[in-house]
C-alpha cells in the first residue's frame, strides 16, 4: 500500500483549550491546519494565529462544511466530544478525539456503527501510550524481557486546587463522572494494552474530600481470562501529583514513575530476575526532556491515515474501557449518565 504526504490530510482543531493548544503544536510541521473552532472566538483566533493560513471560527458546521478538510482533532470537554465525532464520522472524516472520548460507551458503539459505513477512521486520544518510558515497557514486554506476565499495579492522581470541586469536571452532565473517568481511563487503557482485556471487572468509586456530585477516588481490580490482575487506584485527592505503574513477569519487573513536570522526571526501572534469585538486575532509563507523547501520537494518527491502517487505541479499545468505567460506577452508586442504555 502506497503512503500519501502530510499535504495529504488538511486537519481542523476543535476545542481550543489546555490541551487544544497542545494537539496544534504537536500538529505543526506533520499536517496542515485550516481551522480553528471554538466557541470562545477569541480563544480560536488566538490559537489561528500560531498556524500559518489558518482561519477561526465558532461553529464546528462551518468546519464540516469545507471539502478540503479531510481530518479532525477533537479537544473539547467531554460532553461535546462524541456528539462532534459523531458529525464528522458522518461527513466521512477521519478522527482523532480527546480521551475518554465520550460520556459512556454507547456513544462510542454509535460512533463507530457510522465509522463503518463512511469508512472514516477514530483514534482515541491515550496519549500516556506515547511517553517514552511506556514505550520502551511496551518494548521490553514484547521482547520477552519479563517472561509470562503475571500482574500490574498502577497508582495515578493529583490533588486538585482551589475551586477544584466547582470546575466543569464536577459536574457529571459535562464530565460523565469524576476521578474514574478522568485519569482513570488512562490506567485502564494502559493495563489493557499489557495485559489484554478483563471480563471480571470489580471496584468502587468513591467521594471522600471535594464537595461534588463525582467521584474523587476510585479502586478497581481487572481480571483477564487468564487470571492476569491490574490493580488501580486513582486519586484526586493525591496531593502530591503521582504517576507509579508496577509490571510484573515471571523473569522481573518494570516500575515506571513520573510523568514529566509536577508528576516528577519521567523514570523507568527495569529488574531482571537472575537464575540465583535474590537482588535483581537492574537498569534504569530516565528521560528528562518533557513530553513528546503529544507529538508522537498525532504522527501515529496521520500515519494511520497515510497507511489505511486501523487506529490503536481506536473505537473498539474506547469502549471497552468506558465500560469498565460504567460498571464500577453503577456499582458504586453513581447515576448513570443520560442516554446511557442498561445492560
Known sequence: MTSA????????????????????????????VLYTCD????RAADLARLAPGCTSVTDAAQVLADPRVRAVIIATLNAALAPLALEAVRSGRHVLVEKPGALHADQLREIQA??????????????????PGLRQARALIDQGALGPLLFLRGRYGHGGRRGYDREWRADPAQSGG????????????????FLGE?????????????????DDNAFLSLRTAAGQTAWLHVSCTEWKNLFSLEV?????????????GSYGVERLAFY???PEMGPPETTIWEYPRGDDSWAAETQAFLDDLRLGREPDPGLAAGIRTL???SRVYAASGYPRPAGARSR
Open 248 to 260: 510484573y513477569g515471571r523473569d522481573g519487573k518494570l516500575a515506571l514513575d513520573g510523568l514529566g
Open 178 to 193: 469524576g476521578e474514574l473517568i478522568d485519569q482513570g481511563v488512562h490506567l485502564i487503557d494502559l493495563a489493557s494494552w
Open 198 to 214: 478483563f471480563p471480571t471487572v470489580e471496584g468502587h468509586a468513591a467521594t471522600y474530600f471535594w464537595d461534588m456530585p463525582v
Open 5 to 32: 504526504p502530510a499535504a495529504d490530510f488538511p486537519c481542523a482543531l476543535i476545542g481550543c483549550g489546555l490541551i487544544g493548544r497542545k494537539r496544534l503544536a504537536a500538529l505543526a510541521g506533520r499536517a496542515p
Open 272 to 274: 531482571r530476575m537472575l
Open 39 to 42: 466557541l470562545d472566538a477569541a
Open 323 to 325: 465500560e469498565i468505567v
Open 114 to 131: 457510522v465509522a463503518a459505513r463512511t469508512g472514516a477512521r477514530v483514534r482515541i486520544g491515550y496519549n500516556h501510550r506515547f511517553h
